[in-house]
């Protein structure tokens, strides 16, 4: 996770309105933590709630043992991720408002990313097996007073972090040269049980993964502010390394574009 300072309220940097929706070219993450309870035997060294600032962790182990984030090597650094024992709970603010914005893909509006992996079935080759890790319940809302959970889903349920696009090894000690977009949802569709690391980064089409919330599923049209908890009794802490707020399909955006500028030139006839 990358370390930054944060206010609530910042201001966007860029923002282009189009239709009533507002596309932001600025942080699509975390910005401020509004609170954090720690919860019952959180991971120790893992208590710093500013882990869940900022951008997902593309590179971890960084001293120890340095590897490329993927489906299989999962961040495991502190400063990367805040641990949440049982009862606890992190309160984020994005810096912007969320949208449950039809031009959103495959209906997703907000990613939440953690430490889970896919147990290698095929090590060290990388063949997907079942999902280790995750858990926790989102809760969503646009005031602090007025929290709605989002039903169905936990918080770290699918498709665990991959920091690059152009990797070939599940285990690379290296960077990648290619970053993968933390704010383009993986298609909910894609099953990676049994396929190959390839195959995995293929289905991931550029995204760096993440498990995929639709803020509409809580009633909502937008949101600010986010509170992950970990319910007394799940028999294990949650880690959390992020969240990101989901951009609007582009060539959606860019057609939207092109209907207002043609029905602003027939206007003008």
């Given amino acids: 996770m990358r370390m930054r300072s944060c206010c609530v309220g910042r201001v966007a940097a860029t923002v282009v309105a189009v239709c009533g929706s507002v596309v932001s070219a ?13 919860g019952a035997n959180p991971a120790a060294g893992f208590t710093n709630p500013d882990a869940a600032l900022g951008e997902p962790t593309r590179f971890t182990g960084v001293g120890v043992f340095p590897g490329a984030v993927t489906p299989f090597n999962s961040p495991y650094m502190p400063g990367e991720l805040v641990s949440i024992g049982e009862g606890g709970s992190i309160t984020l603010a994005l810096a912007q408002p969320v949208l449950n914005d039809p031009a959103n893909p495959f209906g997703i509006d907000l990613l939440v990313f953690g430490n889970a992996f896919y147990i290698d079935t095929g090590f060290p080759a990388g063949v997907a097996g079942p999902l280790f890790g ?19 889903v936990q918080a770290v349920s699918q498709f665990p972090t991959l920091g690059y696009a152009d990797l070939t090894d599940p285990y690379s000690t290296a960077p990648g040269n290619v970053p993968t977009d933390f704010t383009r949802p993986v298609d909910p569709a894609f099953n ?5 690391f390839a195959q995995i980064v293929a289905g991931y089409n550029g995204s760096g993964g993440g498990t995929g ?19 007394v009794g799940s028999g294990s802490a949650l880690q959390i390394d992020g969240i990101a707020a989901v951009a609007p399909a582009p060539g959606t955006v860019g057609m939207l574009g092109l209907v207002l500028l043609a029905a602003g030139r027939r206007t003008r006839r």
């Fill in 26 to 38: 600025s942080d699509p993450y975390a910005t401020a933590v509004m609170g954090y309870n720690a």
């Fill in 213 to 231: 919330i639709d803020i509409g599923l809580a009633g909502l049209s937008s949101i600010q502010y986010v509170r992950i908890s970990n319910p």
């Fill in 134 to 152: 995750g858990g926790g319940v989102v809760e969503v809302a646009s005031t602090l007073d007025s929290w709605v959970t989002v039903p169905g």
């Fill in 192 to 196: 990676p049980l049994g396929l190959s």
